[in-house]
Structure formats: C-alpha cells, structure tokens
C-alpha cells in the first residue's frame, strides 16, 4: 500500500489489512463493516496514505469522505444489517436484508434521470442528457465509477462498468450528430462517475470522434472530474498520463477550450505533492481547472476551510467555480446542511478572499427547475426570507430573477421551501409543470412506437 505510484482500490474485503487500522477502534471497524454491506465503499491508497489524518479517527474529514459512519443509517437500518452479521447470515440472507434497505433509501434524484435526455431521429439517447441551451451532459458508459466513493454521493444507484471502444465511438459519433443539429450547444461536459476512471485510449475514441465531425458551434469540451483529488497520478505518473494530457492538447489546437471542473471537498486533497504536479501537468497544456464542491456536514461545513481551499487553489492557478448544497438523497440526514448555514458558511469564506477567488458561486442546488443559489436571509416587510435566484433554468427567462420564499431554520432543499408573501406558488411552476408534461409525452409517444 506504501507504494502510491500504482493504483489499489480499499473496500470492504481488504480495509481491516491496512496497517493504519491497528490503531483503530473495535467499533469504528464493525461499524465500516455494517454501513458498508449497504452503502457502496471504495477509497484507495493514496487516500489512505497521504490524504486522512490517522490521529484523527473517526473526526478526520477525508476518512468521513471516503469511510462508512454508523449514522449513515438509521439505528433500525444498522441493527438489521448488524443482526445479520453478528449470526453468521448466508450471503443469500444478507443480500435480501441489504436490498430491501437500498430500496428504501431510494437513491435515485428526482427529475434526474427521466427528463432531458435528448431525441435523435426519434430515438432517446442514453447517456447523454440536455437541460441547459447551451451545455450537453454526456456520461461515457465506461466512466460511470470513481477512483474512491464519496460517502455523500447519491450516484452509486448507477456505478456500473462496461463496454468498449467500438461502442465508445457509436456513442461519440451519435453525440456529435447531435451536436450538429443543435447550433445552440457551445459545451458538451463528460461527467459520470469520473470520466478519467477511463484509459486514455477511451477518452481519445470519444474526443477524437467529436473534434472529427468539427462541429462549428462546440466551443468549449469539459470534464467533470474528482481524480485530481482522489488519484493525481492520473495525470502524471499513470502509464497513460501523458496520451491524456495528449488529448486535451488536441483539443486546444482544434481552437478549443478545455476545461477540467475539478471537484474538491477539502484543502487537503490540494495539498500534496503529487496533486501539484498533477495541476502543473495539465495547465502546462493551456487547460483551464474549475473547483467545485458540495457543502456537506461532517467533511467541511466550516468558512475557514473554504476560505483556504479557494485562497489555495487559486494560487495554485485553478478558478474556484461552485459551491453546491448536497443534493436530498441518500444518506443526507447525516450530511446535511440547512440553507440558512450553507449560506453563512459560504458569506464567511467569500469575505475573507481576496477578489480572484471570488469567481465562485453559490451555494446552489440543483433541482428539478435548474440551479438555484441562496442570495440571503432578508426582511420585507416584516417577513422573513430567503433571497434566491435562478444561476442556470429550464427556461432561461428565469436566470438570475431574483425570488423569495419563506425563511425556515430546517430548509435544505427546494422541496422545503415555500413561497413567501402569501402567493400560492413560485413564479417558475406553471410553466415547469408544461415542460415537464412535454417531456413526458414525448417519452411516452417514443415508448409506445418502440
Ligand atoms: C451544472 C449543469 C450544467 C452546467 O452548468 P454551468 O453553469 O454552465 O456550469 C449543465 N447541465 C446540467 C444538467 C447541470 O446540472
Ligand atoms: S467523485 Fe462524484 S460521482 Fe464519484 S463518488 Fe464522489 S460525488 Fe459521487
């Protein structure tokens, strides 16, 4: 495990090897134990080695990140699964235990997944998803894990592997019509998962397929990537480093932009040797790095980390981009963060920078309607609110109209809010409710010719 040159996945079948767990208590490895039959559990060796502070368990952030906690699940949750371990179950026994409480958590995030995925001759394109005029999602099959898993992510519903180049290259060459008949799109974003879990070879297939078809209108290609926190050498010492940062050069001379949305939680993971040359690797190709993270308890709901976190990414040359709420799923009871703190959280930092870090925004959550940011907590006319407005919108004549809903100490999410001033609904919902209904008979007319 001391050599982090070469890749090596921790889960739950080799975590109790790592020498660091010689110091850790009985409880906290059981408790791994258990939380891990449910929730999906990988971390990896460079987060073990460099990343969490051992002297620190189990209050150290990146082991809260990477680590099953007990209060993921609820008491009845864990003593179900704890019951199950404790007599010995068959693997058939725990199985069913453990399925029906995933079911119960329902992972999957509202809106998400059935709408916007756009229709090509009449056909819905999988992986791929268009909410924003001018940004096309695109979630490569073969990308859809991570390097580590954070503890938070509502994804791992959807962390399944497969497939091929030649599938690689149908797929980019169907996104790259679509490009075509969409003069809007300037950006097309590959996320996951983590796109770079995938060889260079893969990411070349679908770029080189895209910067092929040339379509005029693409102006920027980014990807959505937690690997410089998790695992930097992907970038540098990796066998294939190089014919990635390869990439993103061919890229750049098409007379494009990259950019690398960097996802970050914690100063730390900016910290190491090995994410520095990583940074330095990939601007020395003319990319650009954005910083990304949700606010989330337990890890880092505190401004003097956020503070730092932008104040060094910045001067490491990255721009700090969003600061998002986590999203209402999973096992949020544990890692929530009411609205009201989120916001707080975010004023602290942002005052205490200086203004090149203050290209960040936020804290923003995305929903259903599009990104929401909370502005603030303000008084009209003796009514307490919150102040928000649209960043990104389904309807772009949304965007950045300020609104206002009912202030509530326990708000963490849209669905919590209600509007203020005694109006029945937001100003955004009727017309939601139209697209949404478009969207669904279009998938409906689709499902029944099929
Ligand atoms: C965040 C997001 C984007 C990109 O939005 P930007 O503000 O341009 O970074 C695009 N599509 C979806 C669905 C998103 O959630
Ligand atoms: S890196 Fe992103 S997709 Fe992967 S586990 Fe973390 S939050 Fe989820």
């Known amino acids: 495990m001391n050599d982090i040159t070469r890749y090596q996945p921790v889960n739950l079948a080799n975590f109790e090897k790592l020498p660091q767990f010689a110091r850790v208590p009985a409880d906290i490895v059981r408790d791994i134990r258990v939380v891990g039959s449910v929730l999906p559990f990988k971390s990896n060796n460079y987060v073990v ?46 199985r069913g235990v453990v399925n029906e409480i995933r079911l119960e958590l329902n992972p999957h995030p509202a809106g998400q997944l059935e709408h916007n995925v756009p229709i090509v001759d009449g056909e819905r394109m999988r992986g791929m998803q268009h909410k924003y005029d001018e940004t096309v999602l695109f979630f490569p099959s073969q990308g859809q894990t991570c390097h580590a898993y954070c503890t938070y992510c509502f994804r791992w519903a959807q962390f399944v592997g497969m497939s091929d180049l030649k599938f690689a290259s149908r797929e980019a060459h169907r996104l790259a019509a679509y490009l075509v008949d969409n003069p809007q799109v300037s950006d097309v974003l590959f996320t996951g998962g983590d796109p ?21 209108n693409l102006r920027t290609i980014r990807f959505g990537t937690k690997a410089l926190a998790y695992w930097p050498q992907r970038f540098t010492s990796d066998a294939d480093a190089e014919a990635l940062l390869d990439v993103f050069s061919r890229i750049i001379a098409s007379g494009r932009q990259v950019a690398l949305m960097g996802h970050f939680n914690h100063v730390v993971e ?6 520095r040359a990583a940074v330095k690797a990939i601007r020395s190709r003319g990319v650009n790095i954005r910083t990304q ?158």
């Open 196 to 216: 770079m879990v995938m060889r260079s070879k893969l990411i070349a297939a679908y770029v080189d397929a895209l910067l092929e078809a040339n379509p005029p």
């Open 270 to 275: 900016c910290s190491t040797p090995e994410v």
């Open 293 to 450: 993270s949700p606010v989330v308890a337990h890890i880092n709901d505190d401004s003097a980390m956020w503070a730092e976190m932008w104040r060094t990414q910045t001067q490491m040359g990255m721009i700090p981009y969003y600061m998002f709420l986590a999203r209402d799923t999973g096992p949020q009871d544990y890692f929530k963060v009411p609205l009201w703190r989120a916001h707080r959280i975010f004023t602290t930092a942002y005052r205490h920078t200086s203004g090149l870090c203050r290209t960040v925004r936020g804290p923003s959550m995305s929903t259903t309607p599009g990104k929401i940011a909370v502005d603030g907590v303000a008084t009209i006319n003796g009514e307490k609110v919150f102040v928000l407005h649209f960043v990104q919108a389904r309807d772009p004549e949304w965007v950045n109209r300020p609104f206002f809903a009912k202030f509530t100490k326990d708000a963490c999410w849209l669905d919590d809010l209600e509007p203020a001033f005694g109006e029945s609904e937001f100003f955004f919902e009727a017309r939601l409710r139209d697209l949404l209904d478009q969207d669904d008979l279009e998938a409906e007319r689709l499902s029944a010719e099929a």
């Open 49 to 94: 080695e460099r990343l969490i502070n051992w002297d620190d368990i189990p209050n150290d952030p990146m082991f809260q990140l990477t680590f099953p906690q007990r209060r993921m699940l609820s008491e009845a949750h864990y003593e179900a699964v704890a019951a199950c371990l404790d007599r010995g179950a068959s693997p058939e026994e725990l």
